[in-house]
């Protein structure tokens, strides 16, 4: 029997294994998942890709009656490009090897030679590349397909919200402190990002390959707990960031490194249990 006959024979309540295929915000009924008739070969490619099972072939066509995700699976296996989902904007971009193969010598060193930078050049960050990083936390895997996360990028203002933040501090340290916590949270960073969302992991996963992003455009960034915390905790910034209900999960300050790592730091040995 397969796997998924042996999912649907499930009772309802049988909790234990139906309960990760509900998805919050679920496109029921999948009309938002749209197949070109005239472009599939019906080859199912699409259905045994789909990990809510919602894609069924019925009556020589391929149709979306459970409750889809709208991860886009679909989308992206299809050879004939026959599925489209219309909640999106954007135009899928095909595959063509060169453009995005590794080489996983060069992805590994890239990954070590990654240092959180805590002194910036003087320069202002090109909105291009800016962009660039906020597309690399887009396309991150998300809970459930969530795609809740939001942005925020504070450059023309920053010395606002320093200012703000800064006044913040000073009710509760003062003279010597103060400029010690002014150097500690800020740096000389030309870039705030604040990433907010319901969720930690989601975030935190977005931020690592906007991370990853940056280095490759010759930029750096240092995560700062310390900012998130008091960002995320006095009304007055909060509405700085127009943020109403939502959740700061983490922000990093970003920049031209004005320091030059010239080897790998080192790590400790992880500890791996091989079965
Ligand atoms: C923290 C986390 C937990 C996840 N858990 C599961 C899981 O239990 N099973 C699964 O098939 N996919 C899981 N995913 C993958 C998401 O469903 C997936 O990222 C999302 O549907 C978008 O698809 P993509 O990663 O192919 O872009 C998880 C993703 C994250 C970030
Ligand atoms: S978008 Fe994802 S969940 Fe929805 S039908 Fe396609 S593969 Fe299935
Ligand atoms: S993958 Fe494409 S061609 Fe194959 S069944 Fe699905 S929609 Fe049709």
Redesign the pocket.
Known sequence: MSGRMRLRMLPENTGILRS?LHFENADVGGEMVIFNQEKCILCRKCMQDC?PQAIQKENEKMTVSGEC?L???CV?ICPKGAVSICDYEDEPEEYIKEKFQIESDNMLHMIKFRRSIRNYREKIVEREKLEMMIEAGR???????RQEISYIVVQDKKNELKHMVLKKVEQYVNGENAVQWQEKLFRNASVIIYIVGD?A??AG?AAQNMELMAATLGLGIFYNGYLTKISGSFTEIREFLQIGEKEIQLCFMAGYPAVEYRRTAPRKKPEILWM
């Open positions: 990760p990990y995700m991860c886009g699976h992206a396309y991150t895997a998300t809970v459930s397909n969720n992991i989601n996963l």
